[in-house]
């Protein structure tokens, strides 16, 4: 990766400048475009706006004093990450009511997987919608219209992509064996790189790609697989289903380098969330939480509160104190307190590959509080984790 190419995506994703001349780093007086593509790990009310499905109270509660249709007490990481670089949360593609979508847009929707395909919302769906939104601002940008995204900011768009989960969660929920869902694996992932390359056609040349968490660590999997103390790793999480996240992630990492190969011209960043959520439940008292294999929000009590029959937000479900801190939110998605040692992590880049200058850009933003660290209200030791999975 060339120096220019570096620069430009470091523009794009942290919204700094890299002066030749000057090393100190300035922020962006533009924020950045940026195109999402997902599912509940970083839906912002996709799946509420779309089907009108209700996603209640006390959703919402941790920073927006009511539901947005995230399924999270508070933000996301990809909220976390917007704030970071000094651009608005990103409005839901389906939400029309209120939306300018001037800096970019969120095509995430609770649920999407990447198959099957041309079902609402898969991947190829999200892609599709990008596609009619790309076409529509340039009729519309041509017909005089004023504060859309034009061609030059879709081309240097940062496209962010987490998405996979969902395929392996629902294979296992249909009872595939652990073989018949590890030989779904490369399906799942042409699918992901049939969407960049789309996107790369279209101009897209700056790429942000998440892995997939540890599945078997979600409260509602230990909940509804049965499972023995031999199918449990040291740490309590379910070892076939984190198996299966793993050979997924490894996988998604050699697409990656697979499409650099193809597309030189394009910037393919691959970010390892399985690692910082991972160790986040392994080591939860070190970050100041409590029973991290139980969710704050939910029914049914200790160990892992979680009753699909009243799920947070339903009518029997109980909340935890706000005092205390749970690593997950509502026995699938985390809390915004884990969402933002998430983000924080990210942005140290010490899980992103390839590493580059833009590694070491990073970690001056962070020791210079240029990233203001308001954002992220979690104690100095803490770096935390979010979670997808079905939603």
């Not at 190419?5 to 794009?12: G, K």
């Not at 073989?179 to 049939?194: D, N, Y």
Request: hydrophobic share 40%; proline share 4%; glycine share 8%.
């Amino acid at each position: 990766m060339n120096f220019s190419t570096v620069n430009n995506f470091i523009a794009i994703f942290i919204c700094i400048f890299l002066s030749l001349s000057n090393p100190v780093h300035s922020l962006c007086k533009n924020p950045p475009i940026i195109f999402n593509f997902g599912d509940s790990n970083s839906d912002t009310g996709g799946l509420v706006a779309g089907l009108g499905l209700p996603i209640n109270f006390p959703n919402g509660r941790a920073f927006f004093s009511s539901s947005t249709g995230r399924l999270c007490d508070g933000r996301l990481i990809v909220d976390f990450l917007c704030q970071s670089i000094n651009t608005s949360l990103l409005n839901p593609y389906l939400d029309s009511l209120g939306s300018t979508f001037s800096n970019g847009a969120n095509f995430a929707v609770a649920g999407s997987a990447t198959l099957p395909k041309y079902v609402a919302f898969s991947l190829n769906i999200q892609v599709l919608q990008f596609l009619h939104f790309k076409n529509r601002s340039a009729e519309l940008v041509a017909a005089g219209f004023r504060h859309l995204i034009g061609d030059a900011s879709f081309r240097d768009a940062l496209y962010m992509m987490d998405i996979g989960q969902n395929d392996l969660a629902g294979s296992f929920a249909k009872n595939l064996s652990y073989v018949r869902v590890v030989k779904k694996i490369p399906i799942i992932l042409q699918e992901i790189k049939i969407a960049i390359k789309e996107i790369y056609t279209q101009g897209g040349r700056k790429f942000w790609v998440h892995n997939t968490g540890p599945l078997g660590c979600l409260p509602q999997k230990l909940t509804q697989v049965k499972h023995t103390s031999n199918d449990l790793d040291p740490f309590g999480c379910i070892s076939s289903y984190n198996a299966v996240a793993k050979l997924f992630n490894g996988g998604l990492r050699h697409l990656c380098q697979e499409l650099r190969s193809e597309i030189k011209d394009a910037t393919i960043v691959y970010v390892d969330i399985y690692a910082i959520k991972y160790d986040l439940i392994a080591n939860s008292s070190k970050y100041g939480f409590s029973s991290p294999l139980m969710a704050c929000c939910g029914s049914g009590g200790p160990p892992y509160n979680y009753d699909s029959r009243a799920t947070c937000g339903q009518p029997g479900c109980q909340v935890c104190d706000r005092k205390l801190q749970f690593v997950s939110w509502d026995g699938v998605h985390y809390t915004e307190a884990a969402n933002a040692i998430v983000a924080s992590k990210i942005l140290s880049t010490d899980y992103t590959t390839p590493q580059n200058s833009l590694s070491r850009c990073l970690r001056w933003i962070l020791a210079t509080n240029l990233v203001e660290l308001s954002l992220f209200p979690v104690r100095a030791s803490a770096t935390i984790t979010v979670v997808l999975a079905e939603a």
